[in-house]
């Protein structure tokens, strides 16, 4: 989905709802696929990855707990 806010981002939302509220989840992308989709090119050699939670259409509150990102090839 596009970024309201920029053409340089695009959002993939990995889980919504309240299904798994208080679950630790793991989740496993695989990035380079995600990019190609999103943007329709190869990514470049660097990029940026950002996670984030969004509640502000709801006004509701989330907050989220990060305990490892792992990146590989």
């Known amino acids: 989905m ?3 806010y920029t053409d340089r981002a ?3 939302a990995l889980e919504r709802g309240s299904t798994r ?3 630790w989840v793991e989740e496993s992308v695989d990035i ?8 329709g090119i190869e ?7 950002a ?10 509150n989330s907050v989220s ?3 490892n990102i792992e990146v590989c090839k």
């Open 51 to 60: 996670i984030m939670n969004d509640s502000d259409n709801t006004g509701e």
């Open 10 to 12: 695009q959002l993939i």
């Open 32 to 39: 380079i696929e995600d990019y190609k989709k999103a943007f």
């Open 21 to 23: 509220v208080g679950e």
């Open 65 to 67: 707990y990060i305990s």
């Open 43 to 49: 990514p470049p050699l660097m990029a940026s990855i």
């Open 2 to 4: 596009a970024s309201p």
